[in-house]
């Protein structure tokens, strides 16, 4: 079951175009209380003027596009009643945490939907709202369906390219275009896919060395110049895989398998 909690119309109260870390406090004690110390210990190593504030105080004087977001986030979960996850949707004004973000709320599975990030990132618009929502629901989805219960994080670059790559399977097919990416610019995709069998050597090596593959994932790092790489490579991967195994087989992957296959791309 899904259960959507909506805090537009709080800020809106709550904020005009400032914004105070103290009136935050007190917008998020009005839905989730819990949520605050989550989100203020998610950007402990942020330079909160330098790198949070802005993107708040852009979003609170765009109103126009606060209201498109929210118009577009509320059709989007009408339609989500078919998906089987067990989840609190919760849209609201976050301390750039992200756009989407999967955690646990007072013992709840919950995704969190930023409105700062998402209009930052100019993801308001309906398809693209859309595909964030389905991503984070398939995290949940692969989460709480698999029944391998060992979520291995020996190698923590493995799993990201793993999970992710489940993500962007379940997001695609719910869309129905598996070419379908939030990284809709500069020729992002022509990018990936031209250079596909060099960077999974990348990807690969960097496993091999023990090296960070950080720079592959989110939006303020970027490979090449090209930010969230390790989301293509997860896609391509988890759809080959797909066409050889059934749908638990690939919610129940270990990381083993996923090495072996990543290993593949390589030969």
Known sequence: MIKIIDTYSLILKHFDNDFTLEKWKNYVDG??????????????????????????????K???????????????CSSLNDIDV???????LGLCNGAGWVTKVDGIDSVLIGIEKVLELNW??????????LHELGHLYHFQ?????SFEDDNQALWQLYSEGMAMYFEQRYLNDENYYHQKY?????????????????????????KSVQDFFGDWVSFEGFSDIGYYLGSILIKDLSKKSNNQQLLDLDLKQIYEALKSYTL
């Open 31 to 60: 839905f989730k209380p819990s949520l605050k110390q989550l989100c203020i210990d998610d950007i402990i190593d942020y330079d909160f003027d330098l790198d949070v504030l802005p993107v708040i105080n852009n979003c609170l």
């Open 186 to 210: 500069d020729d992002w995709l022509n990018y990936c896919q031209t250079n596909q069998s060099r960077l999974f050597k990348e990807f690969f090596n960097r496993i091999e060395t023990n």
């Open 124 to 133: 308001q618009d309906l398809l693209s709202t859309r595909g964030l929502l």
């Open 145 to 149: 369906k698999r029944t391998n219960k």
């Open 86 to 92: 067990d989840a609190e949707i919760i849209l609201y």
């Open 62 to 76: 765009n109103k126009n596009e606060m209201k498109i977001c929210h118009d577009n986030f509320l059709e989007i």
